[in-house]
């Protein structure tokens, strides 16, 4: 049995690491060069907390399927998602491995790296499960989804934790290596070494944001194995309610089992306790690392033993509630059966996942009422860049501090309106990794204190491709829904807002056009501006055109404040599709008369 152990337990490390490099092929695609069959196909689809997000964001039961297909997994096999399929789970037991690693290479054991490893690493001990604690953050979790706030997932689930760490750290580090060294290369004549398109770079906050994930997750992972995955883990937990009550579980052979404690030390979840032969099976990740590790054969899987007391009938019901009461008499204190949770667990996993799923995200009416919202009392103001700047009605509450004070952060397009994306957002940051143009930035306080981490759109480092809908594809928890190129150039997140006296051609009195030039959509048209024989013309926007991708306030020359910003909207219109009849400015040519026809002469048909 121990070398059948073995053997699964090999197949669930390469099932693991298969799926852990598969759903970081997305952050390590610097040049963005995945195939399109990757994103047909996409593995991110497979993860438990946002495929719930994604089926409930669009109706689909189908886009659910890997929230439904581990749900039944749990009751099978118990927890079986956290050591297979969860990429967090998988990172915390590399980061595991690499730690115990002195302390197993026979080089280095004697040292005093290896003896420091082998005394505070290797050795787990059974710990009692801290249930108010899990199951505060899981009801924390479910209200959040209930009530239409699931970006409050991102700093306790397990997919947007990884997602910041790869984001944040790993996708532009691996970006700016990578240009720094196709520089050095290009100083010595190769150039072998592409160079990555945009600025991979991000906020010192969020680096440092996303360090700090990585340093406590590491620490208390060498230290304490799985501890975030049975204490703060809102999945974990709710698979776990589950996990109690599968078909097939881990269990003592207690005529072979001596209580050696080698399962115990190897457990990563610290779910057993090899004196009393004990396994909490709500936090059993199923690694196999026990089984595979017992010498004496032991441990086994077996069906479930509690089935038959859960569907007992009643007369069995009623001698356990004798006995209790007998227990009772025994100083006062009643003396339940088993350990952790209680039966009543199954039903409330149950009523759990109905309100899960009978709910639809409540839409969050007081999206205004964030932090950072666009200082009302000053929507007309800025005579001190230009004079008073329009800000419409249907404008995004949300601006920059030092701007204009009508540029105002639109949501990418897909996303329907600002308040559908910042609810379903969770800032896992794939998008901004998938973003082609590298405009998509993790947020401090642009979008509010409750936004932290959620993308913005930042057009001064880019401009957002009407030909890219990569995000639209990476996006697992339908905050962005996809869309095709020529959807996308008829979804207006925002409009372009000149102000004539800041333009070059205004101020300078040269010739700009800069911003027209590179309109996707002919939105802005060039006009002529003073005296005719200046030949100045100066940009016009045609509003309803305008799709707010950002082309023209990244190109614009102007600085500190640009001439042409984008002012976002709450929600996402459907763009005019611009037409010659709508210029303003015909261009009126002088017609040439035509000269006379000269009458042949003679004999000769071709006077010319």
Known sequence: MNKVFKILKKIRVLIALAIFFAISAQFL????????????????????????????????????????????????????YCSFFCPFGILMDIIRRIGLAPAKISALKKTRLGKFCA?????????????????????????????????????IDPYPLYGKIMGCIV????????????????????????????????????????????????????????????????????????????????????????????????????????????????????????????????IYLRLNPELKKLFSNGEEKASKNQALAISAGNNGKKSLPGRGISRRALPAAILGLGAILCSAAKKDAGVGMRMGMGKGKNRNAGAGIGGNCKIDEDASPYMLEGERPDKRLA????????????????????????????????????????????????????????????CTKACPTGAIKFLTSKEKLRV??????????????????????????????????MIPFGKLENSLYIPHVHEDVCIGCGACEYICPVTPHKAIVVQGIKVHKKAVVFDESMRIYKHQEKKKSAPAAVKPSGDNPFPF
């Open 411 to 470: 949501s990418p397009p897909g996303s329907g309106s600002i308040e559908s994306f910042l609810n379903l957002c969770t800032g896992c940051q794939i998008c901004t990794a998938a973003c082609k143009s590298q405009i998509l930035k993790p947020s401090l306080t642009e979008w509010g204190l409750s936004g932290f981490m959620q993308p913005f759109m930042d057009f001064s480092q880019g401009f957002c491709l009407h030909t890219c809908h990569a």
């Open 171 to 298: 996708t532009p580090l691996l970006a700016e290596s990578v240009n720094g060294i196709g520089l050095a290369l290009s100083n010595i004549g190769i150039y072998s070494v592409q160079p990555v398109d945009g600025n991979p770079a991000v906020a010192l906050y969020a680096f440092g944001f996303a360090l700090f994930i990585l340093a406590a997750i590491s620490i208390a992972t060498l230290l304490r194995g799985r501890l975030y995955c049975n204490t703060i883990c809102p999945v974990g937990a709710f698979l776990g309610l589950f996990a109690r009550f599968s078909i097939f579980k881990i269990a003592f052979d207690k005529s072979k089992c001596v209580s050696c404690g080698i399962c115990e030390r190897n457990c990563k979840a610290e779910c057993i306790e090899s004196k009393n032969k004990n396994v909490d099976f709500s936090k059993c990740v199923m690694c196999l690392n026990c089984a595979a590790q017992c010498p004496k054969s032991a």
């Open 29 to 80: 695609d610097i040049y963005h060069s995945l195939p399109k069959p990757y994103y047909m196909y996409n593995p991110t689809a497979t993860l438990y907390a946002p495929s719930l997000s994604k089926m409930l964001a669009l109706g689909s039961i189908a886009a659910g399927s890997a929230f439904i297909t581990f749900t039944i997994c749990a009751l099978l096999f118990g927890r079986i």
């Open 492 to 525: 207006k997140i925002g409009t372009a807002k000149f102000k004539k006296s800041l333009c070059v051609v205004k101020t300078d009195g040269t010739d700009c056009a800069a911003c027209a030039e590179h309109c996707p959509v002919q939105a802005i048209e």
């Open 119 to 155: 005394k505070n690493f290797e050795r787990q001990k059974y710990a009692q499960a801290r249930n108010v604690l899990r199951y505060s953050f899981l009801g924390l979790a479910i209200l959040a989804i209930a009530f239409g706030y699931k970006h409050l997932l991102g700093f």
